[in-house]
């Protein structure tokens, strides 16, 4: 009787054992489920954004060109700023030169 009380009493711990052994795997597992989907929201998440950027190289072949037009065209600018201050300021030499000559031809 005293062998089949340890008997039933190791089986009874093994069955307990079992139970909390398959209890942890399956927490292990909805653990496992749950990082994989946010895991895959990331990767979701990621490729969204990607499609609001644009790559480089066509970043490159696209904006650069446009970025040496606009270059050149502030050049442009300036130099034609610069000719037009240029122009006023002989214009206004040339009138204080007249204006000189006439003061004292008089």
Not at 12 to 30: G, H, I, M, P, T
Request: glycine residues 4%; negative net charge; charged residues 35%.
């Amino acid at each position: 009787m005293d062998e089949d009380c340890s008997v039933q009493h190791e089986r009874e711990l093994r069955e307990a054992w079992q139970k909390a052994s398959d209890e942890k795997v399956l927490l292990v597992q909805q653990d496992l489920v749950r990082r994989l989907e946010d895991m895959n929201q990331f990767r979701r998440q990621i490729t969204e954004e990607r499609s609001d950027f644009m790559r480089r190289e066509v970043y490159d072949r696209e904006i650069g060109p446009l970025q040496d037009r606009v270059k050149r065209l502030e050049i442009g600018a300036g130099e034609a700023a610069g000719k037009t201050a240029a122009y006023a300021s002989i214009a206004t030499i040339i009138i204080v030169a007249i204006e000189v000559a006439l003061h004292f031809w008089k």
